[in-house]
């Protein structure tokens, strides 16, 4: 059987995030894993938008949360997603595309902001099966300040995001990314605050002690 240069790196990555994931529960720092909610936020204006233009999307889920056991095979899948719409999506604005600052939407054009990528990751994962209390559509700073989307999904190995800005897909504590809020995974419209965590481990540790 052929093996791909390709696949043994995303093999040796899903191995990395696991021994990353298993180091921090192993020294107690379970929030190099894991991100915590704090308390209940307003959602973001797009997002009231797009529920309003979409409501079968925005349906309240179960009481109950539902743990994705992460393994190799799921592991590439997030990577094909991830990788399929940072590729098959041109980047542009809002404010370029529908004359508006912030206009969430599915990327029907081929063209989107960074939220329209997020929400056809979304949809996509969804629709291979795992569940939407673990696909939380998140709210950040990015590298460079500026507001941003992402989606972080939620597993047993840890908090992984998925960003347009990068086919690289990185546990929440090595995004470089400030976190500010997201989605409750017990119902998509109820959004929650994160805190502005930065994601460095550094100084989330030094936070810690």
Same mark, same amino acid.
């Given at each position: 059987?052929?093996?791909?240069?390709?696949?043994?790196?995303?093999?040796?990555?899903?191995?990395?995030?696991?021994?990353?994931?298993? /180091? !921090?529960?192993?020294?107690?720092?379970? +929030?190099?894993? &894991?991100?915590?909610?704090?308390?209940? /936020? $307003?959602?973001?204006?797009?997002?009231?938008?797009?529920?309003?233009?979409?409501?079968?999307?925005?349906?309240?889920?179960?009481? =109950? =949360?539902?743990? @994705?056991?992460?393994?190799?095979?799921?592991?590439?899948?997030?990577?094909?997603?991830?990788?399929?719409?940072?590729? $098959?999506?041109?980047?542009?604005?809002?404010?370029?595309?529908?004359?508006?600052? *912030?206009?969430?939407?599915?990327?029907?054009?081929?063209?989107? +902001?960074?939220?329209?990528?997020?929400? *056809?990751?979304?949809?996509? %994962?969804?629709?291979?099966?795992?569940?939407? $209390?673990?696909?939380?559509?998140?709210? @950040?700073?990015?590298?460079?300040?500026?507001? &941003?989307? @992402?989606?972080?999904? @939620? /597993?047993?190995?840890?908090?992984?995001?998925?960003?347009?800005? /990068?086919?690289?897909?990185?546990?929440?504590?090595?995004?470089?990314?400030?976190?500010?809020?997201?989605? $409750?995974?017990? +119902?998509?419209? !109820?959004?929650?605050?994160?805190?502005?965590? %930065?994601?460095?481990? *550094?100084?989330? =540790?030094?936070?810690?002690?």
């Amino acid at each position: 059987m052929r093996i791909s240069f390709k696949s043994i790196i995303i093999a040796a990555s899903f191995f990395g995030f696991v021994a990353i994931s298993e /180091t !921090a529960s192993a020294g107690g720092q379970t +929030d190099l894993a &894991h991100l915590h909610s704090g308390q209940r /936020t $307003s959602p973001p204006l797009g997002w009231t938008q797009f529920c309003a233009e979409n409501q079968t999307e925005c349906r309240s889920g179960t009481s =109950t =949360t539902i743990s @994705v056991a992460l393994n190799e095979k799921l592991w590439r899948e997030l990577v094909k997603v991830n990788l399929h719409f940072n590729q $098959s999506i041109e980047a542009v604005t809002d404010q370029a595309q529908y004359g508006s600052p *912030e206009y969430w939407t599915y990327a029907k054009s081929g063209r989107g +902001d960074c939220e329209d990528y997020v929400l *056809e990751k979304r949809r996509e %994962l969804a629709r291979r099966g795992w569940p939407l $209390s673990s696909l939380l559509i998140t709210v @950040v700073l990015d590298k460079e300040g500026g507001g &941003h989307a @992402v989606l972080t999904v @939620v /597993t047993d190995r840890g908090e992984f995001i998925l960003d347009n800005q /990068t086919n690289l897909i990185l546990p929440w504590s090595q995004s470089e990314l400030t976190f500010i809020k997201r989605q $409750s995974p017990l +119902d998509p419209n !109820a959004w929650v605050e994160l805190g502005r965590k %930065l994601g460095r481990p *550094e100084i989330v =540790t030094a936070g810690l002690r």
